[in-house]
């Protein structure tokens, strides 16, 4: 006897479709970053494999630009970016994809209401990474807008569950905060983009950093980090933690960049150690009890 297909309720392959791609955004996360992979395990069960998808898609992404097998031409790395960002369009579109990164990053955008005005910007800063090679003030503005902004935003959806007025005023907090990412990963990271990638983000950096000039950057970092602390209490309690430990890991990132002779910094990448990361935790869920508890 033929088995009939139900007429009602979810397909369990689709179900199976879906966790497939959440464990493929999971690995991607646990590979790439300590940091990031320690801040999704706080966040509530709603929440967690969404943020997940979205880094996947980001880390995919970056790929392709970065790291991607090194014979690679400017040419074929855009053209598999091209390729890339025109799949994350057709799939959130449609709602799947034979790419598993791209299938779990679709869902979520459907979800939450992720749209082009944040997709676009992320994959036009991408395409910036293969052709432009040193930024003024106003092109960085840009570039980090669709680099590390939008993808705070993009996580901010998941967070507000799609409200568009919890959104709208969270928004500024989350747009700084990733700003504020992305810069601390600049100066971590000055070696790799100088003699590696020959690319300047700094506007004026272009070989040895002075202390005066790594302490102004650090400066901005600081005020960014400030202003994103001021709205993640505004955060759903579902992810008011992750975020806040996220900040605070950062936070010590920059303290210590600051502590680095700017000279260090062209030489080694600056890190948090274990057991700091651990103990920024601890100190993270405790404020949040305190905060619950009262």
């Not at 069960?45 to 400017?74: F, G, I, K, M, Q």
């Not at 004026?204 to 901005?220: I, M, P, S």
Request: glycine content about 6%; charged content about 30%.
């Amino acid at each position: 006897m033929t088995a009939t297909r139900p007429t009602t309720g979810a397909d369990p392959r689709a179900g199976a479709y879906d966790a497939a791609a959440a464990r493929v955004a999971r690995a991607v996360v646990d590979e790439y970053s300590t940091s990031f992979g320690w801040a999704c395990r706080l966040l509530g069960p709603d929440a967690r494999d969404h943020v997940r998808a979205v880094y996947a898609l980001v880390r995919v992404a970056d790929e392709v630009v970065d790291d991607v097998d090194a014979s690679l031409t400017t040419e074929e790395r855009t053209a598999l970016l091209d390729a890339y960002e025109r799949e994350t369009a057709a799939a959130v579109a449609r709602g799947h994809s034979t790419d598993l990164v791209v299938h779990g990053f679709a869902r979520t955008a459907r979800r939450f209401g992720i749209d082009a005005e944040l997709i676009d910007p992320f994959f036009a800063s991408m395409r910036t990474d293969l052709t432009v090679r040193e930024h003024d003030a106003e092109s960085m503005a840009v570039y980090v807008h669709g680099s590390a902004e939008v993808v705070g935003l993009m996580c901010l959806r998941v967070f507000v569950g799609g409200d568009d007025d919890a959104y709208a005023h969270l928004a500024p907090g989350a747009a700084r905060l990733g700003a504020a990412f992305q810069k601390v990963n600049f100066l971590r990271d000055l070696a790799d983009d100088l003699d590696d990638r020959g690319r300047a983000y700094f506007p004026g950096v272009h070989g040895d950093l002075d202390d005066a000039t790594r302490d102004v950057l650090l400066d901005d970092v600081d005020a960014d980090l400030a202003a994103a602390s001021a709205a993640i209490d505004g955060l759903p309690r579902s992810s008011r933690l992750a975020v806040r430990v996220a900040h605070d890991l950062f936070a010590e990132l920059s303290r210590r960049l600051r502590a680095t002779p700017a000279a260090e910094l062209r030489r080694r990448r600056v890190r948090v150690p274990d057991a700091v990361k651990a103990r920024l935790v601890a100190a993270a869920v405790l404020r949040e009890r305190v905060r619950r508890s009262s």
